[in-house]
T-cell receptor, first 115, second 110 residues
Framework: ETGVTQSPTHLIKTRGQQVTLRCSSQ?????VSWYQQALGQGPQFIFQ???????GRGNFPPRFSGLQFPNYSSELNVNALELDDSALYLC??????????????FGPGTRLTVL | RKEVEQDPGPFNVPEGATVAFNCTYS??????FFWYRQDCRKEPKLLMS???SGNEDGRFTAQLNRASQYISLLIRDSKLSDSATYLC???????????FGAGTRLAVHP
């Protein structure tokens, strides 16, 4: 086990709703990255948080937003849900040092279904 | 063109077979290279990092060719437990995001 936890494990929402996903990073890590994995695809980078600030963002619209807390845990918020947001959402915890990240350890993911 | 491209698969092989996965990446600034394994409905887990000199871990051998922007993974003496999706992953210099290929599914049968 990596020590990275995510909640909830599964979630069903309807179009237009908002969702918050949570991630607790591994002890000693200071960075959380979020990825979206659609069925049959590899994970796609959404954004990364370091020291409570966004530290890089992938090609996702502004309705995808996040937070990092002083204990390095993180939230991913998605507003105005669309059917295509249905995916496995993974968070990855790592230690960032001098701008370079060590190995990223993934949590078990949250499976979001949008109806 | 996708940043990381892999063989589409699936690969169906008998136990004991040798199987090779190929991967190409488009960004010449790519700095770090990895193979991840992902079991069905589970999170990706690091299988091995890939170095220019090539590296081996038991039955697994990874190779990197920077000139051709090509990465490979060789699995010898396949086991039933090797059945999974194998993801080729790169990390571009100056960024801390992992860029994943779509993955290649391997099914090892008795």
């Amino acid at each position: 086990e990596t020590g990275v936890t995510q909640s909830p494990t599964h979630l069903i929402k309807t179009r237009g709703q908002q969702v918050t996903l949570r991630c607790s990073s591994q002890s000693g890590h200071n960075t959380v990255s979020w990825y979206q994995q659609a069925l049959g695809q590899g994970p796609q980078f959404i954004f990364q948080y370091y020291r409570e600030e966004e530290n890089g963002r992938g090609n996702f619209p502004p309705r995808f937003s996040g937070l990092q807390f002083p204990n390095y845990s993180s939230e991913l918020n998605v507003n105005a849900l669309e059917l295509d947001d249905s995916a496995l959402y993974l968070c990855a915890s790592s230690f960032l040092r001098q701008g370079v990240s060590d190995e990223q350890f993934f949590g078990p993911g949250t499976r979001l279904t949008v109806l | 063109r996708k940043e990381v491209e892999q063989d589409p698969g699936p690969f169906n092989v008998p136990e004991g077979a040798t199987v090779a996965f190929n991967c190409t990446y488009s960004n010449s600034a790519s700095q770090s290279f990895f193979w991840y394994r992902q079991d069905c409905r589970k999170e990706p887990k690091l299988l091995m990092s890939v170095y220019s000199s090539g590296n081996e871990d038991g039955r697994f051998t990874a190779q990197l060719n920077r000139a051709s922007q090509y990465i490979s993974l060789l699995i010898r003496d396949s086991k039933l437990s090797d059945s999974a999706t194998y993801l080729c992953v790169v990390n571009v210099k100056g960024y801390n995001k992992l860029i994943f290929g779509a993955g290649t599914r391997l099914a090892v049968h008795p």
